[in-house]
Structures are given as C-alpha cells and as structure tokens.
C-alpha cells in the first residue's frame, strides 16, 4: 500500500532562517506531488505541484520554493523566513494519469512556527 | 475558474440527530466534487467523491453527500452524528483536464461540533 510521510512535523524557526520540509511516498511511482499550507486551522491553499522530476508549477508567488529531486520526493524550502510563513504545511500525493478521477492523499503535516 | 464556497463557519448538531454540512461550486465544466476531514494537527482525511452517475453518493463512516447540478451545490450529509464526528469539514473541486496535474481546490471549511 501507499505511504505518505512528511517531516518534521513541527518546528519553530526565527524570523530570517531557513527551511526545509521533506515528503516522501512509498509504494507508488510517478506520482503528483502537492504543496498545501493551511493558515490558522482553516483553508488550504495550493502552494506547489508537480508532476515530474525537476517539473515545479506555483500557484501563488512568495517566499518558499519547492524541489522534486527524486520521483517520489518532494521538498519545501525558504532561504529566510518571514512571520507570515508560519502555519500547517500538508504534502499530498495522486495518480499522474490524465484524466485520474480519484482523490489527493495527504501527509500528516507539518506544522512551522516563525518567530 | 473553478472555487468552492463553504458558507458555514461553524456547525453544531446534537448527537443523534442528522447534519449536513454545506458546499457549493462554481466551475466551467463537469466538476468533480471531493469531501475530507480533518482532526486537530493531523492531514486531511477522504471521505467521498462525486465523478458522475447517481447524485447520491455514499462514503467512509456513514457520510453521504447529494450532487445536486441545477443548484451546483454538493452537500455533505449523515443521519445520526456521533460525538466523534466532531472535526473539520473541507469540500474541494477538480475541473477534469489533459494536464494531468489533479489540483484540488478546497473551500474554507466547516467546523462542525456535536454536543452530546
């Protein structure tokens, strides 16, 4: 069965540090990765998505940058954090099939707090 | 475009009774419709999904949700809430493409809280 794991999942970070959140799946290949932050425990907004190696979209512009060096891996980063970066970072993964009719499965979270 | 409007914050409901939590959508296109959950600190959890056929859709832990096209809206819905149901309710839409990138977009989400 398929596995999604991010990490850490919770961490404090000063203002102007630096980020790395890592996600990874198991027991798929090809998969599209997904970026989501969710502000005070409430909407999602889409942040990054691939669909590939080295293949990055942005849905919004902002501080953080995302990486998919492997198939199955995904990362977020920021050189310097801003207070406005704080919030629950979600990595999600599906299906890369056009026309896919299923579901995003989610991690479990990532929860960064700037100070 | 597509988006999805989620118009309740907050729902409560005794438990026992039915709830229904409320979506509606507005997309160019044949939409498909999605329901998570969220418990505190933790990821989304699916519960159900419209794609096509019956308007009536049924999903994990007793969820049902009715599509309803002439009124675009997707409400989710369960005849007895438990106490346990008590979580975060967020509905998303996909407009089907050639892309394959798959993106949800999620409305703001419905607490819903049910009092014992």
């Known amino acids: 069965s398929q596995t999604i794991h991010q990490w850490p999942a919770t961490l404090v970070q000063p203002v102007g540090s630096p980020l790395s959140l890592e996600c990874t799946v198991e027991?798929?290949?090809?998969?599209?990765l997904y970026w989501y932050r969710q502000a005070a425990g409430r909407g999602l907004q889409l942040l990054f998505y691939?669909?590939?190696?080295?293949?990055i979209s942005s849905e919004v512009p902002q501080n953080l940058s995302a990486s998919r060096p492997q198939d199955r891996q995904f990362i977020l980063s920021s050189k310097k954090l801003l207070l406005s970066d704080s919030g629950f970072y979600l990595c999600?993964?599906?299906?890369?099939?056009?026309?896919?009719?299923?579901?995003?499965?989610f991690g479990e979270g990532s929860r960064l707090t700037v100070l | 475009a597509q988006s999805v409007a989620q118009p309740e914050d907050q729902v409560n409901v005794a438990e026992g009774n039915p709830l229904t939590v409320k979506c509606t959508y507005s997309?160019?296109?044949?939409?498909?419709l999605f329901w998570y959950v969220q418990y505190p600190n933790r990821g989304l959890q699916f519960l159900l999904k419209?794609?096509?056929?019956?308007?009536l859709v049924k999903g994990s832990y007793g969820f049902e949700a009715e599509f309803n096209k002439s009124q675009t809206s997707f409400h989710l819905k369960k005849p007895s809430a438990l106490v346990s149901d008590s979580a975060l309710y967020f509905c998303?839409?996909?407009?089907?493409?050639?892309?394959?990138?798959?993106?949800?977009?999620f409305g703001t989400g419905t607490r819903l809280t049910v009092i014992p």
């Open positions: 999600a993964w599906s299906v890369r099939t056009s026309g896919y009719t299923g579901e995003l499965f």
């Open positions: 027991g798929t290949s090809n998969p599209n």
């Open positions: 691939s669909v590939g190696i080295g293949q």
């Open positions: 997309v160019s296109g044949n939409p498909y």
């Open positions: 419209y794609i096509t056929g019956d308007n």
């Open positions: 998303a839409v996909r407009v089907p493409d050639q892309t394959g990138a798959n993106n949800l977009f």
